[in-house]
Each structure stands twice: as C-alpha cells, then as structure tokens.
C-alpha cells in the first residue's frame, strides 16, 4: 500500500560522504545569510532539494528514508500526490480572508468537527490564529484566563508548547527559557507520569499514581502556595520532551481533579494528533476528555501553516478580535487540511497505522535487546521515542551515543531526531503513509546503525572508539 507515493523503496547513497560537495556548499552560504538561530542543519547538516512521501533527496542526489517527517508535520508524506492535486484544482479565487467566511474555510471547519469523536461532536468550536501551534497555545491560554478571571497555569516537566513568549513559558526545557527570563508568571511544573524517569522517585511496579496526589495537593492544599490556576495545559503524548506516554488512567485522574477544582483542560495535540497516534486526537486513547485542544502541524495537509483551537461552546466568552493574526486561515492550508481529511478516511490510514505500529515496536524491541544501551522503548502509533543510557540499572543519559546514532544514520540514509530530558532519546516520527517495504529498511539502517553499540564490552571502549 503507497509504494508509488515515495521516490524509491530505499535509501540511495550515491556520494561518498554525507553530507555531499553540494550540500557544503549550500550549508556554508547558508551559514553566511543566515542568523545563528538555524538548528536542524547542525544535527543534520544536509541540504535539500526535493522530497516525496517517505523519502527526500538532497542537492547531490542522495535519497533519505524519512523518519522524522518535518518534525511531525507530513503525517501525510511529503508532497502527496493526491492532496497536491486538490491543491492545484483549488479554483482562481482569494488566498488571504483574513477571517471572512469563504467555501473551502467553511467545508473544511464542517469536515473537521465532524470528524470528533461521538461523545465530542456538536460541543466545540473552532478558532483560528497565527498558522503556527505556539499561536494556538497563546489562544488557548488567553482564552482559559478570560474565562476564569484568574492566571495562574499548570503545565509539566518534560513539557514543550511552542517558543513565543507564553508558550515558552509553559514549556519546561532551562536552556530553552535561562536567556529571555522573566517569562510571563504565576506558571508551575507538575510532575509528568514518566515512568522510566519517574519524577517520585518510585520504582516499576511500585507505582500507586503519586505525581497525581502531588497535584492533588497543590490543587487542593490551602498552603499549596499555588494559586487557584486557570487552567492545566497537558500533552497527552509528550513529543520533545521524549515521546512519554503517561500509565493508562493517569490522564482521566489528572482531568478529573482539574474538573472538580474548576480548572479548564487544555489538551496540546500539535505533535501527537491529526491521526500520528493512528486516531484523531492522542487523547482518544484514553477516556479524558479536554476543555480547547491546540492543532498544528499535520492539520495543514502536506506543511502548509495552519494552527487552530477548538474549544468547548461554553468558553466561546471573548469578545471579536481578542485573539487575531494577520495569517490566521490560511486558505490553501485548508483546501490541503479538508483533502487530507478526506484521504484519511478514504484510505482508512487509521487501521494501517495500527498495523504498522505493531510492525515498528517489535523491531525496535528486537534492537533493544542487543544493545546494552538502549534503556527503554517507547510508542503509539507513527511516534516512537528510542532512550539511550550508558547503563541500564543507574540509567544514566547517554547523549554523546544518540546524537552518534543520528549521525551514522543519515550516512546511510535515514534521517531521524533527538529530543528527551537529556537529550538522548532518538526520535522515530515516520509518515503515515510509509510502505512497509521502506519502513523495513529504515528500521535496517537503524539497526545497523546500533549493532556498534553492541560489540564492546565496556562503555569506556566505546567511547574511545566513537569519539
């Protein structure tokens, strides 16, 4: 299934090293035009040319695996052929409305409510803003303030929402936020439900939920020293900060004390929705349910900018213009969002997803036992996070092996992320569209990419041997 959406089945190395003559050159006027703030190219230095589907091909005409689909935002593969043809079919009319009412604004705001869950359907609008899910999260938690009257927000260790000023401030990473403190206030980091790094300090299978009765007591405590909050922003899968998925019924205890405390829900589904779980929303595979969900990324089609909220009838309180953006509705953003809507139910990506998730964890799991450094796996659907620990006992980080994973990768023709609280979790965020056949031979690269992390017996060797 999609075997003719991609370049080839395979990744291609044609240079003999990556990044090839062409990419240098490009990187280095790149380094010349552009502001220090680029990062992307420094872990990965490649420089593009083309992509479809699954796979990219740089300038020297390498061709790359896609395991890391623009950070989450090609749920769909790059350049699908069946969404650019909408695109290019969409009629001479007007791109920018800023919000005007227009047909395809309309059709698609119809398709995506009706696309909720049947417990959900008839109880939420939408809102558009900037086309980026830092501006959805600015909404979301200007909206919750509006509403309660208070500021105080709860967000999460791990955490990361965006990098405009008040999603950075709900984003937990120091060294994203130690240089342009003060961040907005009244803002505190509960404890996520990160079993592998359990912030309580409690062991597998000894866990009776305590981050919750943390923040229990600091919803409920009167000498909390927290204010009463306004809302709790959660992402039911944490993406940057790992790829954490919390312990089943830790989400629905989390929801139900906000819910009995008066404290509105805001579920962050940038990264982990528009079906890169295998459903529409992350949260759908528990039974918790948000008060305004924040949309990005993957709802743009094929990366077109688009960013939205939905929030619960009831909270549709703002007056006009409260929360507006030069950019906000981006028409062809949504003529791609209301085609790959239509593609996922078409092609019932759903249960491919599924299919492949299962495909994917027993290959990692396979890796993992071969490796004295792969601490834990972890996934849900298209969305995998690998933990690399110099020992599986202390598990201590081991960032220097990860990004050397990375780095042997895209030699070979895979390209692939890091992301985790120490930096050493190597990300997996394939499209949804990957044939199993490429997927295999990713998973190969990968694979070979660790077999040298298998061989020394001492870390200390490896080291020597690496660096």
């Known amino acids: 299934m999609f075997e ?23 990187l280095a006027e790149q380094d010349q035009l552009e502001s220090k703030n680029r990062s992307y190219p420094r872990g990965i230095p490649i420089a593009f040319e083309s992509a479809k589907g699954a796979t990219v091909k740089d300038v020297d005409g390498n061709i790359f695996i896609d395991f890391f689909s623009g950070c989450g935002v090609l749920n769909l593969g790059h350049n699908n052929k069946d969404i650019i043809k909408e695109i290019r079919e969409f009629p001479d009319g007007i791109m920018h409305a800023l919000d005007f009412p227009t047909k395809v604004k309309i059709d698609f705001m119809k398709e995506l409510l009706s696309s909720l869950p049947k417990n959900l359907k008839g109880k939420y609008k939408i809102s558009f803003g900037g086309p980026t899910g830092s501006d959805a999260v600015e909404a979301a938690i200007k909206l919750a303030r509006i509403n309660t009257g208070r500021h105080t927000i709860l967000s999460f260790q791990g955490s990361y929402h965006g990098m405009t000023m008040g999603a950075l401030s709900v984003t937990s990473s120091l060294k994203h936020r130690e240089k342009v403190n003060p961040l907005i206030p009244g803002v505190h980091f509960m404890p996520y439900c990160s079993c592998y790094r359990c912030p309580m300090g409690m062991k597998n299978g000894k866990c009776n939920l305590e981050c919750v009765h943390f923040i229990k007591n600091v919803l409920e405590n009167p000498h909390s020293g927290v204010d009463k909050p306004a809302a709790i922003i959660i992402e039911p899968i944490q993406g940057e900060g790992g790829t954490y998925i919390p312990r089943d019924g830790w989400l629905e205890k989390v929801v139900d004390l906000a819910r009995k405390n008066g404290v509105i829900v805001i579920f962050d589904e940038v990264q982990a929705g528009f079906y890169r779980t295998g459903k ?124 050397k994973i990375r780095k042997r990768c895209y030699e070979n023709g895979l390209l692939v992320e890091i992301g985790g609280y120490y930096d050493n979790v190597v990300r997996l965020l394939p499209s949804l569209i990957i044939s199993e056949k490429i997927a295999r031979n ?22 020597a041997f690496l660096f």
Do not use: C
Not at 442 to 463: C, D, H, R
């Open 4 to 26: 003719d959406y991609h370049f080839s089945e395979n990744a291609k190395i044609i240079t003999n090293k990556v990044p090839g003559e062409k990419s240098l050159e490009l």
């Open 280 to 403: 529409l929303f992350s949260f759908q595979h528990t039974n918790s349910v948000p008060d305004i969900i924040t949309m990005s990324k993957g709802i743009g089609g094929i990366g077109l900018p688009l960013s939205l909220i939905l929030l619960r009838n009831e909270l549709d309180t703002w007056e006009p213009g409260t929360h507006i953006g030069t950019f906000r509705g981006n028409q062809l953003g949504m003529v791609a969002g209301l085609s790959a809507m239509k593609f996922v139910k078409r092609m019932n990506i759903e249960n491919y997803v599924s299919r492949l998730e299962k495909l994917f964890l027993k290959e990692l799991k396979s890796i993992q036992k071969k490796s004295k450094f792969i601490g834990e796996i972890r996934g849900r659907g298209m969305m995998f996070g690998v933990e690399y620990v110099k020992n599986k006992k202390t598990k201590e980080p081991f960032p220097e092996l990860a990004k």
């Open 442 to 463: 990713g998973l190969n690269i990968f694979k070979n990419a660790n077999t040298i992390a298998s061989k020394p017996n001492k870390i200390g060797f490896l080291v």
